[in-house]
């Protein structure tokens, strides 16, 4: 059966909140999608990949816009063997040093080692207004990712 997530991951893939303050975004999360089946706060010792799994539309290059799908798996497999400790590269398409987590995914998606997440939680989008609460309670600009799997 396919699942959807919200997923919110800080735009700085190596942050984390405090336990407390993920269990008060928790809260909030759970106010804002009710009827969601659960919403977790997970966080990794490493950073990871956030993908939004069937929504995935491919990635640009940041630094010149040229399709990136080509290289992106070799340079994730480089960077995912040295556990995502550094996040640049140097694009193959045009020389340029870019942040993995910079490329332009076409659909959101983010690198992090934490994530607030809310599984099947039964409403289209969130507002803005929202989004901006929620980022408040974490402490740090978050990615939002909604993710088909
Ligand atoms: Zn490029």
Known sequence: MS???????????YWQPSPEVADTAVSLLETIAAEA???????EDE???????????????SACGADAEEWWG???DTAAADGFKDLNIQA???GGTVSL??????WPAAFGRFALEARNPEIAD??????????ECVGIPLRKIWVNV
Do not use: H
């Open 74 to 76: 070799d340079a994730m």
């Open 47 to 61: 950073v990871r990949f956030y993908d939004p799994g069937e929504n995935w539309s491919g990635v640009e290059c």
């Open 101 to 106: 987590n910079d490329l332009r995914y076409i």
């Open 126 to 135: 969130t507002t803005e207004e929202q989004d901006r609460k929620i980022a």
């Open 37 to 43: 089946d659960e919403v977790t706060a997970g966080f």
């Open 92 to 94: 193959p398409c045009c």
């Open 3 to 13: 699942e959807t997530i919200l997923r919110y991951v800080p735009a700085d893939p």
